[in-house]
């Protein structure tokens, strides 16, 4: 089973997620999706298992922080497909889909054990 790791290559936590996925010999693609945007069926598939667009957002970024606040302020789908597409650096990294199509976000080691069952 092959899982698609999805986040930006220089990102601290989308490193460890994926250093976690070799030390565990977990096959893995990895699309850093500053150079391979997600489209908005993607992104709209993602929020249906992660709890809406919305959620899908790291308010605590930088890139969050310098939006002018009619940015963080959308109303609609469209207007966070539209942010998100814009500005990929405010998904929550990583997004990890596996094969079946389980979608999450985020990396812990106790998250990735009970996930793909190894290193328990």
Do not use: H
């Amino acid at each position: 089973m092959t899982t698609t790791v999805y986040g930006l290559k220089n990102c601290d936590t989308c490193k460890k997620a994926t250093k976690w996925l070799d030390r565990f010999a977990v096959p893995y693609v990895f699309v850093d999706y500053r150079a391979a945007k997600p489209d908005p069926d993607t992104l709209m598939a993602w929020a249906a298992q992660l709890g809406g667009l919305g959620a899908m957002v790291n308010r605590s970024s930088t890139t969050w922080r310098q939006l002018p606040d009619n940015r963080k302020a959308a109303a609609s789908d469209a207007e966070w497909k539209l942010l998100l597409r814009e500005y990929p650096q405010l998904i929550k990294r990583p997004v990890v889909v596996t094969e079946n199509g389980t979608v999450s976000q985020g990396f812990t080691d106790n998250g990735f054990k009970a996930r793909f069952g190894v290193g328990a």
